[in-house]
């Protein structure tokens, strides 16, 4: 089939490789001069599926925040009222299908790179995540919510034993234990992605399958299909892997997306020696959360990066001396502070947290993948895979019908 992928964030190029390995004649659009360039710029990329609950802003590290709650002149945007109204009842099993979506991404990543030879080594690894307690309340407050969240007699959930400052220390050398108070759970076997170069490898072994890939290409407006035109040209099928919806046309659906705003602070390490330019380099080895700032903190190579979800508005200056405060508690030192950068975006987000993956309505040939919310880093390549098999024409399974699009008709 000839079909068009509208995107170039981590969503697209992994669905547009996805498609040319499956055998497709496949065109990726993405309107900047770059691929990542917008959400899947600088995401901490923890694939924390132990801790992962569907709904996004109770996610990770910030299940020991409240969620946001939408103000009352807020709820007066269009399709505000409806998204509130949605998001408090999510389906049952979310917080499962949202785990079962991140336990796919590194298993498929590991597959691309070993079974189909595709050169994506240096962009994820496995990490272990190390949740932290600044009081033993704040652990028992995390403890309920995620024990409500991941209840069921399938659920991989059980709460860890705390461990005191020293184990914690032995598992992240670099750590300061001052705060330390509520202790920490250590929950092994999760993943990091380092997002940014993932899409940039998913891309080049996409053109070198042959696939078509334009930049400086926004798509404003799609004719309606089959076929389906978009800038001039016909295809069998389009992809909408546009983070939310940006592009207008008879047929598209209006799924219930809202935009979404975290932060992250990326710096180069240190040294642990601060005297010496060489030798081991301070900050964490995989992922540590802080739960109750809701900041997660990563090592990505020879760099570090934290990062929080800032709720319905961009991150700021206060925002960004949270994440570095929190830095500073946990690994003081660690960041180079004059090369710190600060960065700000959206996300678009669903109201029970899940992305968009399957066919997007009636008309054959309109699939999105799209709203992966504040775990995208997690889930895109396994939603890829799956979006891949359904328009192959595979019988979509219990988890495609939870992902599909139709759940918000
Ligand atoms: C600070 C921060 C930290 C995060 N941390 C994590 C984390 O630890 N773990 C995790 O799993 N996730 C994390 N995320 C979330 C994750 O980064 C996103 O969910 C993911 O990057 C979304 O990818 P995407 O491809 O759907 O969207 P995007 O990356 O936004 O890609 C959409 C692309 O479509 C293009 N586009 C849009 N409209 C058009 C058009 N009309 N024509 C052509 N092109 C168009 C855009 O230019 C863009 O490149 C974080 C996000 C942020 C902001």
Same mark, same amino acid.
């Given at each position: 089939m000839r079909i068009a992928v509208i995107g170039g964030g981590l969503a697209g190029c992994a669905t547009a490789c996805e498609l040319a390995l499956a055998g497709h004649e496949v065109s990726l659009m993405e309107?900047?001069?770059?691929? &990542?360039? +917008? $959400?899947?710029?600088?995401? *901490?990329?923890?694939?924390a599926a132990a801790m992962l609950a569907g709904f996004g802003p109770l996610a990770l590290a910030a299940a020991g925040q409240p969620p946001a709650r939408a103000t009352p002149t807020d709820l007066l945007r269009p399709g505000r009222a409806r998204w509130a109204h949605q998001s408090r009842k999510p389906h049952p099993g979310t917080a499962r299908h949202a785990q079962v979506l991140a336990q796919e991404s590194p298993l498929r990543l590991t597959a691309l790179a070993h #079974? #189909?030879?595709? &050169? =994506? +080594?240096?962009s994820h690894q496995a990490a272990s995540l190390l949740v932290l307690f600044t009081t033993a309340r704040a652990r028992s407050r995390v403890q309920k919510l995620a024990t409500r969240q991941h209840? /069921?007699?399938?659920?991989?959930w059980q709460v860890p034993e705390p461990l005191d400052a020293d184990a914690a220390q032995a598992l992240e050398? @670099? =750590?300061? *234990? &001052?705060?330390?108070?509520?202790g920490a759970w250590h929950l092994p076997g999760q993943a990091l992605i380092h997002a940014h170069t993932l899409a940039h490898a998913l891309k080049d072994e996409t053109r070198r399958l042959g696939a078509h890939i334009h930049f400086g290409q926004a798509v404003h407006r799609i004719e309606p299909g089959p076929p389906w035109r978009v800038e001039g040209q016909a295809y069998d099928a389009v992809v909408l892997c *546009? /983070? /939310? !919806?940006t592009l207008s046309g008879a047929g598209l659906p209006k799924p219930p997306l809202r935009p979404r705003w975290a932060m992250s602070l990326t710096a180069p390490l240190q040294s642990m020696? #601060?005297? !010496? +330019?060489?030798g081991p380099l301070a900050g964490p080895q995989g992922i540590v959360a802080d739960a109750q700032a809701g900041v997660v903190i990563t090592r990505l190579g020879d760099r570090l990066r934290a990062a929080t979800d800032c709720g319905w508005q961009a991150g700021d200056a206060a925002t960004a001396r949270r994440l570095y405060e929190c830095l500073e508690r946990w690994f003081? @030192? $660690? $960041?180079r502070s004059a090369r710190v950068q600060s960065w700000s975006h959206a996300v678009a987000l669903t109201p029970d947290g899940l992305p968009l993956v399957g066919p $997007?309505?009636? &008309?054959?040939?309109l699939w999105l993948h799209l709203g =992966? /919310? =504040? #775990?995208g880093a997690a889930w895109a390549v396994a939603g890829a895979h799956r979006l891949a098999r359904q328009i192959g024409g595979a019988a979509p399974d219990a988890l495609d019908a939870a992902l599909a699009p139709s759940r918000w008709r």
């Open positions: 309107r900047s001069g770059s691929v &990542a360039a +917008e $959400a899947s710029f600088a995401p *901490t990329g923890a694939i #079974h #189909h030879q595709l &050169a =994506l +080594e240096d209840s /069921g007699p399938d659920s991989p050398p @670099g =750590l300061a *234990t &001052a705060a330390l108070k509520g *546009t /983070g /939310g !919806l020696d #601060h005297n !010496l +330019e060489q003081p @030192g $660690a $960041a $997007a309505g009636d &008309a054959p040939g =992966l /919310g =504040l #775990h």
